[in-house]
Nanobody
């Protein structure tokens, strides 16, 4: 089984910054993509950003420039999301995501964290 441990969420004023971390652990043979999604109250879960094993990134168009995703150079099972110039509309639960393979012969699967609440006050 794969576990995702998210941290770094909290309350911040508009214009401030937050940095989220997510560490994947457990039975992991290989990781392809890692990333972040978010779900605001009354809305569907939406893509924030993903990063591939090779470092290629993909962002929601509306967030590019304010949010930056990266992976830890030493521990490739850890992903970060740096969020700057936060706005009240960024308030959401942020979920970490990993697409990985548990063994050499197993299927690739999605795994999700439990989510971390980020609240941006005006």
């Amino acid at each position: 089984q794969v576990q995702l441990a998210e941290s770094g969420g909290g309350l911040v004023q508009a214009g401030g910054s937050l940095r989220l971390s997510c560490a994947a652990s457990g039975r992991i043979f290989s990781i392809n993509n890692m990333g972040w999604y978010r779900q605001a109250p009354g809305r569907q879960r939406e893509l924030v950003a993903t990063i591939s094993g090779g470092g290629s990134t993909n962002y929601a168009a509306s967030l590019k420039g304010r949010f930056t995703i990266s992976r830890d150079n030493a521990n490739r099972n850890t992903v970060y999301l740096q969020m700057n110039s936060l706005k009240p509309e960024d308030t959401a639960v942020f979920y970490c995501y990993v697409y990985c393979q548990s063994t050499f012969v197993s299927d690739w699967s999605d795994y999700w964290g439990r989510g971390t609440q980020d609240t941006v006050s005006s």
